[in-house]
């Protein structure tokens, strides 16, 4: 998409601190983070929504599940517990159209969110 602020960061027309990239996957550091793990994880394909995750196929949904066990190892998450969050359209706080989800830890949660 040519408007998209992920879009541009997976063309690397805009900075980013990558953590992980693969052929279909991007992982890069929060540049608001609300935890001191803060990572965004987009799929390179630019799909709106979960809404629209079907368009992905199985194969990259996998490796982004993969990819969150990858990271919570990798950063000691599982530990004490991190938590992974994708809002879905305006009234729910999707600030950008382009799939995206928030995978945080080292800190303490509070139930419900919001």
């Not at 063309?11 to 980013?16: A, F, L």
């Not at 601190?17 to 992982?27: A, K, R």
């Given at each position: 998409?040519?408007?998209?602020?992920f879009?541009?960061?997976?063309?690397?027309?805009?900075?980013?601190?990558?953590?992980?990239?693969?052929?279909?996957?991007?992982?890069?550091k929060?540049?608001?983070?609300?935890?001191?793990?803060?990572f965004?994880?987009?799929?390179?394909?630019?799909?709106?929504?979960?809404?629209?995750i079907?368009?992905?196929?199985?194969?990259?949904?996998?490796?982004?599940?993969?990819?969150?066990v990858?990271?919570?190892?990798?950063?000691?998450?599982s530990?004490?517990?991190?938590?992974?969050?994708?809002?879905?359209?305006?009234?729910?706080?999707?600030?950008?159209?382009?799939?995206?989800?928030?995978?945080?830890?080292?800190?303490?949660?509070?139930?419900?969110?919001g």
């Open positions: 998409m040519e408007n998209c602020l879009c541009k960061i997976i063309n690397k027309e805009i900075d980013s601190s990558i953590v992980y990239e693969t052929d279909n996957v991007l992982v890069f929060d540049i608001n983070p609300k935890a001191p793990v803060h965004l994880m987009v799929p390179k394909k630019h799909v709106k929504s979960i809404m629209e079907e368009e992905l196929g199985y194969d990259t949904i996998k490796e982004m599940m993969d990819m969150v990858k990271i919570a190892k990798n950063y000691e998450l530990k004490d517990g991190f938590r992974i969050v994708t809002n879905t359209g305006i009234g729910a706080g999707q600030s950008v159209e382009h799939l995206h989800f928030h995978i945080m830890g080292k800190r303490k949660f509070g139930w419900p969110p």
